[in-house]
């Protein structure tokens, strides 16, 4: 079906012409197992792999299949999960309830938990990559990829 649609002019998510030559797009929040958490502008039309691949890939990242659209106004969020070994596994949210209430989390550690919801308990809420890295400290290497702050929690800093 795509194989189809590739060459029609009129595909509902191909860039609509705005007034002086701009296109349409959105803002999207990448976040997970990359290198820059944060929002991205794609236009419209623009694969979600595209958008992926700007906030960096690391060596632990998934591009999964379901990830071969194309940004609309529908595509918000794109959560990126990872491959520990050979086993496919997704991101936590570092807010995560069974965080705060120290409870075990696939892919974390009982320590790493414990350092997360020990910060939680004494700043508030996780509000970008920058302070998970921060609340891991010499587990941020093993760990920082396998967390996420969600969209909602987020605030640049």
């Known amino acids: 079906m795509c194989i189809a649609l590739a060459g029609c002019t009129d595909f509902p998510y191909a860039p609509k012409a705005l007034p002086n030559g701009k296109t349409e797009s959105f803002s999207v929040y990448v976040c997970g197992a990359v290198a820059h958490e944060g929002y991205f502008t794609a ?7 595209s958008v992926i691949e700007q ?9 999964p299949s379901l990830y071969t659209d194309t940004v609309d106004g529908s595509v918000t969020v794109l ?3 990872y491959y520990d070994g050979k086993k496919q596994c997704y991101c936590v949210n570092a807010n995560s309830p069974m965080i705060e209430l120290r409870m075990p989390v696939d892919g974390l550690s009982d320590e790493v938990v414990r350092l997360l919801a020990d910060w939680i308990e004494a700043n508030g809420r996780f509000r970008n990559k920058r302070q998970v890295i921060s609340a891991l400290g ?3 290497s093993d760990y920082h990829y396998r967390l ?4 909602e929690d987020y605030a640049a800093g």
């Open 43 to 49: 236009a419209v039309g623009t694969s979600c792999i």
């Open 55 to 63: 906030a960096g890939l690391l060596p632990q990242s998934i591009l």
């Open 79 to 81: 959560v990126v999960n």
């Open 138 to 140: 010499e587990y941020a």
């Open 148 to 151: 996420f702050v969600a969209k």
